[in-house]
């Protein structure tokens, strides 16, 4: 007799694809159930995951949760411990008046939710999830820096370093043993815990050292032997697909791996350094679960953000982003690309590499193994009848040259560059070799940004600044007793007072005395000027608002801007 959970989903499916699957869908509900049966509907790609998940949830009653869609909080996690956690695949999300919710790859087992409720000490609200999903979850989320010390401590200790085989074959050979791929996995996993944008693997000389780059700050996280560093490295090339044996150059690579059903990317680079040699890893986004955020959702000033949207209206002209690498300019493309995506217009991009799908629109990337550069690809969209193009970063004359003939061709066109301030744009795109004729008709606009750490809400208080501090960066507001935010530091900043981060930024609209300066090659203090005459601010202007807003500190708007602005 079928399993009656097995019929309702199977009802569903064929009620919510308009078809009847048949034979296959009663095959797989005749043989297979649970976890085991949405899987197959998924892999079979009869039902998109997220509603085979949520049919199979309906069917038991309870909700589905994605755990890399959801928040799980450490005091959730610190409820069931690491070794139940896998065993029963269940992962604590978070507390809720009084309630524990946790993911379950089986919430119908009632006297598993009992125990798991006696393990916890709480009551508990079962949901449903993938049990992939919930064992990478629980990979990442019960990762922790002991841990991790632990493994490379039992590593050193093995007699894999004690074997007679000259030193390319035993990197070789440690390079694919289980413990020290297993060691990368939790390096990387703790990591994507931590909120990591780099991972940073050095060696010194008596020792070497493990850094994660969080909120925009270096921390180290661990130390280690020597010992194992050349055979650490070694994996992270074979992962990458490079030389292992090529220690004396740089080198580039890419690696992914899967988590939760999707895929994580890595871009990483190794150079020699005295005491061996260097790698550092980009944590890039996860396919598919990067958050799209929209120009109305980064907290972008009104005085900013209203003449942006304006800009991006525009039919034709070039808009350029910038920043140094890490600054969030990729996203505040995506935001304005999603602004103005409707079917009426032809939207294209060149990205290296692609961070998020968007719907609608066309997007490429380039590929160096074979020779496709953005403009190579650029040249191509131009045959495409385009009417947007997102350039992911304008790296030479080339590509340059032919995002402004796009733009004077009557095409909208959006790219990044990597400068320090909105009028640098102007004049970088003249030192690149584009002559200012050129430059002067096709550019519109150029937004700078920085990211600055966002004080950690869980722990925010408000303190008063000397007068000394309000006369040093507001001069002339007459600010007298105003409150200023700062994080105490606590378990959920990881003691730091910062969790995420916060956007600042200042806006160049060209104007016709802008582009005469342009084409005559003027300075960029010239451009500047004439910019301020229609409202331009510098960066440190929008990062002192923010500190107001109590979303940032005065130390971070400090560590990421000039002050050549007050001179």
Not at 158 to 172: G, I, M, Q, V
Not at 317 to 344: D, M, Q
Not at 482 to 504: D, L, N, Q, T
Request: charged share 25%.
């Amino acid at each position: 007799m079928p399993n009656p959970k097995n019929s309702a989903f199977v009802e569903r499916v064929r009620q919510t694809r308009n078809f009847d699957y048949g034979q296959e869908l009663n095959s797989l509900a005749s043989r297979l159930e649970g976890n085991a049966l949405v899987q197959a509907v998924i892999d079979g790609k009869i039902l998109p995951k997220d509603d085979a998940c949520r049919f199979w949830a309906d069917s038991l009653n309870v909700a589905y949760v994605d755990p890399f869609a959801s928040v799980i909080t450490d005091e959730a996690i610190e409820r069931i411990p690491v070794e139940i956690a896998r065993k029963v695949k269940a992962i604590g999300l978070y507390v809720l008046n009084g309630v524990l919710t946790v993911a379950m790859s089986d919430p119908g087992d009632g006297s598993l939710v009992k125990r798991l409720g006696q393990i916890a000490q709480l009551p508990i609200s079962p949901v449903f999830a993938l049990a992939r999903e919930i064992e990478d979850a629980i990979a990442i989320h019960y990762s922790t820096e002991k841990g991790l010390e632990e493994s490379l401590n039992e590593l050193e200790r093995s007699t894999l370093f004690d074997r007679p085989e000259s030193a390319a074959e035993k990197l070789a050979v440690l390079a694919e043993n289980n413990a020290l791929v297993q060691i990368l996995d939790e390096i990387v996993y703790y990591a994507m815990r931590e909120r990591a944008t780099d991972i940073h693997i050095e060696a010194h000389e008596t020792q070497c050292r493990i850094r994660f780059r969080i909120d925009g700050n270096l921390r180290e996280v661990l130390t280690y032997s020597r010992k194992l560093h050349q055979a650490l490295i070694s994996r992270i090339k074979i992962l990458c697909n490079v030389n292992i044996s090529e220690t004396r150059f740089p080198q580039d690579g890419r690696f992914s791996i899967s988590i939760g059903g999707q895929t994580a990317n890595f871009r990483v680079s190794t150079i020699p350094s005295a005491y061996g040699e260097k790698a550092v890893i980009r944590v890039l986004a996860m396919t598919g679960k990067k958050t799209m955020l929209t120009l109305d959702k980064m907290m972008i000033s009104q005085t900013i953000v209203q003449p942006f949207k304006r800009l991006i209206q525009n039919p034709n002209g070039i808009i350029f982003v910038t920043g140094p690498t890490g600054s969030g300019k990729t996203t505040t493309l995506y935001a304005a690309v999603h602004e103005i995506n409707t079917p009426t217009i032809n939207i294209s991009t060149i990205e290296d590499p692609i961070e998020i799908q968007l719907s609608g629109v066309t997007q490429s990337q380039v590929n160096a193994n074979i020779d496709l550069k953005f403009s190579t690809i650029l040249r191509a969209l131009m045959r495409q009848d385009p009417d947007a193009i997102l350039v992911g970063e304008i790296r030479d004359l080339e590509t340059a040259k032919i995002a402004t003939e796009a733009a004077l061709t009557g095409h909208i066109v959006f790219a990044t560059l990597h400068t320090n301030t909105a009028p640098q744009a102007i004049t970088r795109l003249i030192e690149i070799g584009v002559e200012p004729f050129m430059v002067a008709p096709s550019v519109i606009g150029v937004l700078a940004q920085r990211l600055a750490a966002r004080i950690c809400e869980a722990c925010k208080e408000a303190y008063y600044p000397t007068r000394d501090t309000l006369r040093k960066y507001f001069l002339d507001e007459g600010l007298t007793d105003v409150p200023f935010f700062r994080g105490r530091g606590c378990p959920a900043c990881r003691h730091s007072g910062y969790k995420g981060r916060i956007a600042f930024h200042e806006l160049v609209l060209i104007t016709e005395e802008i582009r005469t300066l342009i084409s005559e090659g003027r300075s960029v203090q010239e451009i500047s000027r004439a910019a301020a005459k229609v409202g331009y601010r510098p960066l440190r202007y929008d990062g002192l608002k923010k500190v107001l807003l109590g979303l940032t500190t005065i130390e971070e708007i400090e560590q990421n801007t000039s002050f050549e602005w007050a001179t």
